[in-house]
T-cell receptor, first 113, second 117 residues
Framework: GENVEQHPSTLSVQEGDSAVIKCTYS??????FPWYKQELGKGPQLIID?????GEKKDQRIAVTLNKTAKHFSLHITETQPEDSAVYFC????????????FGKGTMLLVSP | GAVVSQHPSRVICKSGTSVKIECRSL??????MFWYRQFPKKSLMLMAT?????????EQGVEKDKFLINHASLTLSTLTVTSAHPEDSSFYIC?????????????FGPGTRLTVL
């Protein structure tokens, strides 16, 4: 089955800095890679996703890059703000049948004012 | 769009009782819903996949007689924790996939905090 590794487990940055979270996956058949933001006591919120037919996707201050050859994908947050502080999860999935998302272990991002 | 709700948000019960958690897709129909469990500072652990009108598919190690799942309509799935014990205390989260949409885009509910005394 799929295995998703996520690093770092915690990341502290100053407001305005950039933050990068990296994930690797093991199943070469995976072709869907979402990122979720989870605030304390709440459910995960989909913030961006990428499919294997593209290498990069941007949405305002958030971007995701995908390297299928190396089987890794990354989340980039620019101009971080204190409200970006949360736990971020990456995930991977085969887009077929009843495949389910496999999640990384999460990264706690702390943005200091 | 694509809002998923859960009820209740928090529940405290006595050991031995059963607790039902509801998951609703508010503005879309969901043929597939998922139930996850999350321990403090841990990732999401998939418990089961629920398809409307059919039996749920449970992940290995999840007791189907303890965690009863019913997906009776395209907008509602329920998880019943039967004969709850303190070790069942956890954060339970459901998610839903838009019917007829991409199978991969999952929207999560806000979660239910279960505490068993």
């Amino acid at each position: 089955g799929e295995n998703v590794e996520q690093h770092p487990s915690t990341l502290s940055v100053q407001e305005g800095d950039s933050a990068v979270i990296k994930c690797t996956y093991s199943d070469s058949a995976s072709n869907y890679f979402p990122w979720y933001k989870q605030e304390l006591g709440k459910g995960p919120q989909l913030i961006i996703d990428i499919r294997s037919n593209v290498g990069e996707k941007k949405d305002q201050r958030i971007a995701v890059t995908l390297n299928k050859t190396a089987k890794h994908f990354s989340l980039h947050i620019t101009e971080t703000q204190p409200e970006d502080s949360a736990v971020y999860f990456c995930a991977a999935r085969r887009n077929s049948g009843y495949s389910t998302l496999t999640f990384g272990k999460g990264t706690m991002l702390l943005v200091s004012p | 769009g694509a809002v998923v709700s859960q009820h209740p948000s928090r529940v405290i019960c006595k050991s031995g009782t059963s607790v039902k958690i509801e998951c609703r897709s508010l503005d879309f129909q969901a043929t597939t819903m998922f139930w996850y469990r999350q321990f403090p500072k841990k990732s999401l652990m998939l418990m089961a996949t629920s398809n409307e009108g059919s039996k749920a598919t449970y992940e290995q190690g999840v007791e189907k007689d303890k965690f009863l799942i019913n997906h009776a309509s395209l907008t509602l799935s329920t998880l019943t924790v039967t004969s709850a014990h303190p070790e069942d205390s956890s954060f339970y989260i459901c998610s839903a996939v838009v019917a007829g949409g991409r199978l991969d885009t999952q929207y999560f509910g806000p979660g239910t905090r279960l505490t068993v005394l």
